[in-house]
C-alpha cells in the first residue's frame, strides 16, 4: 500500500481527511480506492497532454482495471495494490467502468443543457465512489445503495459550485445551460469570471438542488448502517458546511482562491463526527436548516 498511501496523503483533499476515523484495515483500503480514482482523474484533466493521449490512458487503465477485477495480475502499481482490496470487498468492475465514463466525459463535454445531463456525470463520478465505498466501510441494508447515489450528487453538486472559476479557467461549465438561461447569466460572464446578483441567485438555485439531495441521503441512511457510514457522515458534514461557507459569501466565487474550511474547522468536524459515533448518536450532522 506503499504507494497508495503516499499518493492519499500528498492530495490533502477531504475525501481523505475524512478516512482518519476508520479501522486502520479499512483506512489502507480507502487509500487504495482513493489512489485508484486520482490517478484516474489526473489522466483525464492533465491538460499539458494532448487529448487524445489521454483517452488513451483512460483506455489503458479501464483495461488494467479489468485485470484487477478478474483473474489477471495489473500490470499497473496502483492497481497491483489495489486489487487485494478489490477481491477481498468484491468491488466489480462495472462501477469502475462508470468512474472511467465519467472521467472520459471531461475530454468532450464542456458545457452541460440541463440538469439531467449534469445527474448522470454527477452519478459516474461521485455516486460511484460512494457505491464503492460503502462496501468497504460494510453496510447491511441495501437502501444504503441510494443513500451514496444521493450522497455523492450532493457533494459534486457543492464541488461544482465551489470550483466554478477555476472550471471556467479550462473553458468549463458545469451548471446547466438551462440554468443560466433562466437566470439571465450568460456563459461569457462566467468565463471572464465575472460576479453578480444574477449569479448569485443562480448559484443560490444550484445549491437548492444540492441540499436537496443531503436532505435524502439524511433521511434514506438506514439506521443500522449509521455507525459503519461515520467516514461517508463526515464527509456530509464537511461538505454541507462548505455549502453553508458559500451561501453566506453570496456564491461570489470569483476570487483568486476556492472557498475552503480551514484546518481548525476540519478538525472540529472530525471531533464531532467521533464523538456522535462513540456516544451512538444516529442523527446525521448536514442536511438541515
Not at 453538486?157 to 439571465?184: C, H, M, Q, W
Request: hydrophobic share 40%; net charge positive; glycine share 4%.
Amino acid at each position: 500500500m506503499h504507494h497508495s498511501r503516499a499518493i492519499t496523503r500528498k492530495s490533502a483533499s477531504n475525501l481523505a481527511l475524512a478516512f482518519v476515523v476508520l479501522p486502520r484495515a479499512k483506512r489502507d483500503a480507502m487509500s487504495a480506492l482513493y489512489a485508484f480514482c486520482r490517478e484516474v482523474d489526473d489522466a483525464a484533466d492533465s491538460e499539458s497532454v494532448p487529448v487524445e493521449q489521454r483517452r488513451e490512458r483512460l483506455v489503458e487503465w479501464r483495461a488494467d482495471i479489468r485485470r484487477a477485477c478478474g483473474n489477471e495480475p495489473p500490470q499497473l502499481v496502483i492497481n497491483q495494490e489495489f486489487q487485494p482490496v478489490i477481491r477481498k470487498y468484491h468491488l466489480p468492475f462495472t462501477l469502475f467502468d462508470e468512474l472511467i465514463k465519467g472521467c472520459e466525459m471531461d475530454l468532450d463535454i464542456k458545457r452541460y443543457d440541463n440538469f439531467e445531463q449534469l445527474e448522470i456525470y454527477c452519478y459516474r463520478v461521485a455516486s460511484v465512489v460512494g457505491l464503492l465505498s460503502i462496501e468497504i466501510f460494510g453496510h447491511q441494508n441495501p437502501a444504503c445503495r441510494d443513500y451514496a447515489m444521493y450522497l455523492g450528487k450532493a457533494l459534486q453538486l457543492t464541488n461544482i459550485l465551489r470550483d466554478v472559476r477555476t472550471d471556467a479557467a479550462r473553458g468549463r461549465i458545469y451548471l446547466p445551460l438551462s440554468e443560466l438561461k433562466k437566470f439571465n447569466v450568460s456563459p461569457d460572464e462566467i468565463l471572464r469570471h465575472e460576479y453578480s446578483e444574477r449569479f448569485s441567485t443562480l448559484a443560490a438555485s444550484v445549491a437548492g438542488r444540492a441540499k436537496n439531495f443531503y436532505r435524502l441521503a439524511r433521511e434514506t441512511l438506514p439506521a443500522e448502517d449509521r455507525r459503519s457510514m461515520v467516514a461517508a457522515e463526515l464527509m456530509g458534514s464537511v461538505y454541507w458546511r462548505l455549502l453553508q461557507k458559500l451561501e453566506a459569501r453570496k456564491f461570489n466565487v470569483f476570487g483568486p482562491q476556492p472557498t475552503r474550511l480551514s484546518n481548525v474547522q476540519k478538525m472540529l468536524l472530525i471531533l464531532r463526527a467521533w464523538l456522535r459515533t462513540s456516544f451512538g448518536s444516529t442523527s446525521p450532522n448536514y442536511g438541515t436548516v
